[in-house]
């Protein structure tokens, strides 16, 4: 049954091919070209015929005008496209690889830009052909052979030249070229190894010759890795950090891959692929010096500290160029007197360097920005009293003189050598007699007021109508903000002021009560006052609720 199926399949694809072709000799305009790739890229499973293959490639050849080649590249990729055989898809896969080793390298380059215009030309991740338990690991094949291709034009656009045909570069380059290029030979060769046959793939004879191509192809691409990492390991050690980090990992995914490109080649020598050729015999590298590298990075110098080798010349260069330059400026020394020679040659004309106008600089962008701190000590010391060490001593103040009571006036008045102004000895805390002496006014000022502690009473208008507002000394400098030590000053003498002056008013509170305490201590205190201790507000409520006193 399986057998009358597979039959069946070929007898369609047969029958698609023959309508292709008839199709192609009535409709198309490229009638031979269309006819040599649908036989070229057939159904049936074996390798294609060289006429066709010839047939194409002269149409891709440089001779032939540039639309020939776009159109045989899109009937390639349509035909890549629409099929789901995995004879047909191959066999158009071989074409397209046999034209980049084989033909002009304008069709490389056509190749390039119909990738970048359009999708992707070999994105076959999807494609699988599950007509047989065979052509599943066919498929398989066949989407790993599409991703080799694909980085094979993506490896061109990083080394700037094709890896089957021109020699390499890597021997030569400097440490940055080497770090980009590296990679992506590495990257071409994990999708090479990919291409390793797996299952009955091993034995299919399309599948073999493509296999020929690639491992022909791996000798080319493990010698120019070859030479790229004995470029770098002779540049590592006088690698920076970042550098030598990356080189130590080309290094070790090299030796990982190298192992594994000894296998790929097992396998090849077992399926009579690559006898004839000289494939490569891999040898590892010993251990003791991958270790030495791993110690160097750990200590290798940073990128900041040690200067690249071109700075250091561009540097040097520099200095020599100024050494070199007041010589040349020099007038020549006085000829030696001797007989007369011919007429000097007239010295060359300088040549005037016209300065420059700079830009007006309207926004004030240039302007030095002035130093805070220099201007908030400025500030500070303008604020500050400070006793200056040869200045005259004041006498003595006499009792005739007016004496400031105040002490805010006291802190801002400052010593003059006039003699006006006084001296006041120091008390404990930091006090003067000024200073204390007012604070005992205030306390007797607020103690002769009568004070009422009901919230209806009306306060009687006594004494001046209006206080007059006292004068802050320091409003000037309030937008300023003053000195640390002035401040800490200024707090200590308020805290001090204040718990003096609570101490007085409870002393005079104190006998205030002792005098007006009655002698009978279970008296009522408000039996004898005039005023309702309450006010006019009790005497509302007994309005209203009718327990008035009649």
Request: hydrophobic fraction near 40%.
């Amino acid at each position: 049954m399986a057998g009358g199926a597979t039959g069946i399949r070929k007898y369609v694809g047969a029958l698609k091919d023959t309508t292709t072709v008839s199709i192609a000799k009535v409709n198309s305009d490229y009638k031979e070209l269309d006819i040599a790739i649908v036989k070229a890229t057939n159904h049936v499973e074996n390798p294609a015929k060289e006429k066709y293959i010839r047939d194409i490639f002269y149409h891709l050849s440089a001779g032939r005008p540039r639309a020939d080649v776009a159109y045989c590249i899109r009937a390639l990729g349509r035909r890549l496209s629409k099929t789901r055989n995995w004879a047909v898809a191959l066999k158009t896969l071989i074409v397209i690889h046999r034209a980049l080793r084989e033909v002009d390298p304008s069709f490389r380059d056509e190749l390039i830009s119909y990738g970048r215009s359009s999708s992707h030309m070999f994105n076959l991740s999807y494609f699988k052909d599950d007509s047989s338990a065979e052509a599943w690991d066919y498929s398989a094949w066949v989407r790993n052979y599409a991703l080799y291709l694909e980085e094979r034009l993506e490896s061109f656009r990083v080394l700037r030249y094709d890896v089957e045909k021109d020699p390499s570069t890597t021997r030569d380059l400097g440490t940055i070229e080497l770090l980009d290029q590296l990679p992506a030979l590495q990257q071409l060769l994990f999708r090479l190894l990919d291409c390793q046959p797996r299952g009955s793939s091993s034995y299919n004879i399309i599948i073999q010759h493509a296999l020929s191509m690639v491992a022909l192809e791996s000798v080319r691409i493990q010698t120019a890795i070859n030479d790229g990492i004995l470029n770098l390991v002779d540049k590592f050690f006088e690698m920076q950090r970042d550098d030598a980090i990356r080189a130590l990992d080309i290094y070790k995914r090299s030796i990982r891959q190298a192992e594994q490109l000894s296998e790929f080649y097992e396998v090849c020598r077992s399926i009579h692929i690559g006898r004839g050729e000289s494939l490569l015999k891999i040898e590892q590298p010993p251990a003791s010096f991958l270790a030495a590298m791993e110690e160097y990075v750990s200590n290798a110098p940073l990128a900041s500290t040690v200067p690249r080798k071109q700075d250091v010349l561009a540097i040097e260069y520099k200095r020599k160029s100024d050494v070199a330059e007041p010589s040349m400026l020099q007038p020549p020394p006085p000829p030696a007197s001797g007989p007369a020679q011919g007429p000097e040659p007239e010295p060359e004309p300088v040549k005037e360097v016209l300065p420059v106008a700079e830009p007006t600089d309207l926004l004030g962008m240039d302007e030095s920005t002035p130093d805070t701190s220099e201007i908030d000590q400025k500030n500070a010391l303008a604020l500050a009293i400070v006793q200056q060490d040869n200045a005259p001593k004041a006498p003595a103040p006499s009792s005739t003189e007016n004496v400031a009571t105040s002490w805010e006036l006291a802190l801002v008045t400052a010593p003059s050598s006039s003699g006006n102004a006084v001296t006041s000895s120091k008390l404990a805390g930091g006090l003067d007699l000024l200073t204390l002496d007012s604070l005992y006014n205030e306390a007797h000022r607020r103690a002769q007021q009568n004070v009422s502690y009901n919230p209806w009473e009306t306060i009687p208008a006594t004494g001046q109508v209006m206080q007059q507002p006292m004068h802050d000394p320091f409003y000037a400098s309030n937008s300023v903000a003053t000195a640390r030590n002035v401040q800490m000053a200024t707090m200590a003498q308020q805290q001090q002021a204040f718990m003096l002056q609570q101490q007085h008013m409870m002393m005079i509170a104190g006998q205030q009560v002792h005098h007006q305490t009655p002698s009978n201590p279970f008296a009522d205190p408000y039996m004898h006052a005039s005023v309702h201790p309450y006010g006019a507000g009790m005497q509302l409520r007994n309005t209203y609720t009718g327990t008035g006193m009649m």
